[in-house]
């Protein structure tokens, strides 16, 4: 139904910046908010950053001042910007997505793994 298939994750060291996408397939106009998950070992998955289609973003506190989200309505493609990283900040990042159509309105990706090594 819908697809999402995430790239950008990788090994950093803390201080440095990483850039995570989202592509999803479907149509763009089933699709309301997007966002990002993560999810550390031993710990339950949590919201980092979500937005809505038009724009309004809510962000984790954690991570105020030094992650961005972002999305482009047209290619269906949502972004986040890690600045400043630290060691903490070390999980596996989900996306996610709400689409209205179909009989499933959660769809997750795969799942990145970032690391930040101190």
């Known amino acids: 139904q819908v697809q999402l298939v995430e790239s950008g994750g990788g090994l950093v060291q803390a201080g440095t910046s990483l850039t995570l996408s989202c592509a999803a397939s479907g149509d763009s106009m089933c699709i309301t908010a997007m966002g990002w998950y993560r999810q550390a070992p031993g710990k339950e998955r949590e919201l980092v950053a979500d937005i809505t289609g038009d724009g309004t973003t809510n962000y984790a506190d954690s991570v105020k001042g030094r992650f961005t989200i972002s999305r482009d309505n047209a290619k269906n493609t949502v972004w986040l910007q890690m600045n400043s990283l630290k060691p903490e900040d070390t999980a596996v990042y989900y996306c996610?997505?709400?689409?209205?159509?179909?009989?499933?309105?959660?769809?997750w990706g795969q799942g990145t793994q970032v690391t930040v090594s101190s």
């Open positions: 996610n997505v709400g689409y209205l159509c179909g009989s499933d309105y959660d769809h």
